[in-house]
T-cell receptor, first 113, second 115 residues
Framework: AQSVTQLDSQVPVFEEAPVELRCNYS??????LFWYVQYPNQGLQLLLK??????LVKGINGFEAEFNKSQTSFHLRKPSVHISDTAEYFC???????????FGTGTRLQVTL | GAGVSQSPSNKVTEKGKDVELRCDPI?????LYWYRQSLGQGLEFLIY????????KSGLPSDRFSAERTGGSVSTLTIQRTQQEDSAVYLC?????????????FGPGTRLTVL
């Protein structure tokens, strides 16, 4: 079975600073990886996904993530955050034979002036 | 176009009562998923429907939980004899088909509070 670990429950950062949200996964088979964002009182929105090919994936709102198979990681990065990036971020994994997503516990990104 | 909708947005109930949560997926999406988001927890998979196939119920936490999908569209999640630990946000998602390429689109959720 697969699992996802998001070690940081909260990440405070100043506006215009860079940020990295960490995600590690475990799986015995090939995986597909996703980052979702949840703004207050809203559903989840897909930021980006890794299915195959280039290990650097670019998503919406200036976010990107890099798939590192040897370290079983899929960290999310943004070079300069904005106040509007304040939200909960979830990393998720899906194996080829599964239909469901397995989510991490989420990281709360708090951007302040 | 319209996204995934869920109703009610909030539900407060007393312990022991039954509740029904509704999900309207995006038109044309054949796959439908229910997840639960509890305080301090990630999102837990509950159940998955794909077309006319038997649903994957492997995530349902107890036999008090059940779900159905009528006509391949609207789905209802039913929780019988609710307990306080059932308090959570219940999220529904749909996708065109459950392949690796297809993004799951999530609804806004139903916040369930069991007193």
């Amino acid at each position: 079975a697969q699992s996802v670990t998001q070690l940081d429950s909260q990440v405070p950062v100043f506006e215009e600073a860079p940020v990295e949200l960490r995600c590690n996964y475990s799986s015995s088979v090939s995986v597909y990886l996703f980052w979702y964002v949840q703004y207050p009182n809203q559903g989840l929105q897909l930021l980006l996904k890794y299915l195959s090919g280039s290990t650097l994936v670019k998503g919406i709102n200036g976010f990107e993530a890099e798939f590192n198979k040897s370290q079983t990681s899929f960290h999310l990065r943004k070079p300069s955050v904005h106040i509007s990036d304040t939200a909960e971020y979830f990393c998720a994994v899906k194996t080829g034979t599964a239909s469901k997503l397995t989510f991490g516990t989420g990281t709360r990104l708090q951007v302040t002036l | 176009g319209a996204g995934v909708s869920q109703s009610p947005s909030n539900k407060v109930t007393e312990k022991g009562k039954d509740v029904e949560l509704r999900c309207d997926p995006i038109s044309g999406h054949t796959a439908l998923y229910w997840y639960r988001q509890s305080l301090g927890q990630g999102l837990e998979f509950l159940i998955y429907f794909q077309g006319n196939s038997a649903p994957d119920k492997s995530g349902l936490p107890s036999d008090r939980f059940s779900a159905e999908r009528t006509g391949g569209s609207v789905s209802t999640l039913t929780i019988q004899r609710t307990q306080q630990e059932d308090s959570a946000v219940y999220l529904c998602a749909s996708s065109l088909e459950p392949s690796r390429h297809n993004e799951q689109f999530f609804g806004p959720g139903t916040r369930l509070t069991v007193l």
